[in-house]
C-alpha cells in the first residue's frame, strides 16, 4: 500500500507526462499514446510508466515497438520536466513498460463471445429439455384449508 504522497507523486507524473507527450514531443515515432497508470516506489526513486499505443491501418507490433523506441529517446527530456514540475530534491527514474490492458480485456470479449454463441446454440437444439425439473426451486407450501375458508361467503 502507498502512503497518500507517493500516490500524489504518481498522478502528478502521470500528468505531467501526458501532457509532455501530447504537446512537446514531436517525434514520428510516436502514435496514439495513452498513459494508463503511474507506479512510484515508497522511496519515490523510481516511477514506472504504464502506456497503451492505438495502432495505425491495424500494425499494432510496429507502432509498439516504434512508440517504444520513440519513449526511450524522450526519457531524459521527461524526465527532467518531471523534476522541474515537481520541485523534488530526487527526481525518480522512469521506465516506461507497454500495457497489457487492453490486450487482456480483448481476449475476454472474445471468450465471453464464445461462450455466449455456445449457450445460444444449446439452447437452439430441438427437444431439449431439462435434467430435472423445470423449475427446481423449492417453493412455499400453498395452504389449501385458509383458501377454502376465505372463498366461502355463504354462511
Known amino acids: 500500500m502507498s502512503s497518500p504522497r507517493v500516490r500524489k507523486i504518481a498522478d502528478r507524473i502521470q500528468v505531467i507526462v501526458a501532457e509532455m507527450l501530447e504537446r512537446r514531443i514531436k517525434d514520428p515515432r510516436l502514435g496514439f499514446v495513452t498513459v494508463t497508470d503511474v507506479r512510484v516506489t515508497g522511496d519515490t526513486q523510481q516511477a514506472t510508466i504504464f502506456y497503451t499505443v492505438l495502432g495505425v491501418d491495424g500494425d499494432e507490433e510496429e507502432a509498439l515497438t516504434a512508440t517504444a523506441a520513440a519513449l526511450e529517446s524522450a ?81
Open 75 to 155: 526519457k531524459g527530456l521527461l524526465r527532467s520536466e518531471v523534476g522541474k514540475q515537481l520541485g523534488m530534491r530526487h527526481v525518480p527514474t522512469l521506465t516506461f513498460v507497454a500495457d497489457a490492458l487492453p490486450e487482456t480485456a480483448r481476449h475476454l470479449d472474445e471468450v465471453l463471445a464464445k461462450a455466449r454463441a455456445l449457450d445460444e446454440e444449446a439452447a437452439a437444439r430441438r427437444g431439449a429439455t431439462y435434467a430435472g425439473e423445470a423449475d427446481p426451486y423449492k417453493k412455499p407450501r400453498e395452504d389449501t384449508d385458509a383458501e377454502d375458508l376465505g372463498d366461502d361467503d355463504t354462511l
